[in-house]
Nanobody, 126 residues
């Protein structure tokens, strides 16, 4: 089971960016049966990784105060994909953004806990 992020890059302050994170199985795990909560975290240089947003279902989303009103998390369960729409970005949003799933169940019923992606760099600069 793996998570792969995409969509990072360089964006000007006030601009927008959309990150994607797709979960996939392997020859060993087979297809994914279920993913529980998915979310986004970020780590800026010299700082600890911090929470950005999580989504368990359409009516269960949570955001860090620093991104409320600017970022929107969404999911496509059919594609095992989570998105992060980033609007009105600021230089302090610059970080490596990581996708996370708190647990994933594969086709064989095995559970994988705390699955992380490899990260995608977001740089906000003029």
């Amino acid at each position: 089971v793996q998570l792969v992020e995409s969509g990072g890059g360089l964006v000007q302050p006030g601009g927008s960016l959309r990150l994607s994170c797709a979960a996939s199985g392997s020859a060993v795990s087979g297809n994914i049966r279920r993913i529980n909560t998915m979310g986004w975290y970020r780590q800026a240089p010299g700082k600890e990784r911090e929470f950005v947003a999580t989504m368990a279902s359409a009516d269960s989303t949570h955001y860090a105060d620093s991104v409320k009103g600017r970022f929107t998390i969404s999911r496509d369960n059919a594609r095992n994909t989570v998105y992060l729409q980033m609007n009105s970005v600021k230089p302090e949003d610059t970080a490596v953004y990581y996708c996370n799933a708190d647990f994933v169940v594969d086709a064989h019923g095995r559970t994988y806990y705390a699955v992380w992606g490899q990260g995608t760099q977001v740089t906000v600069s003029s």
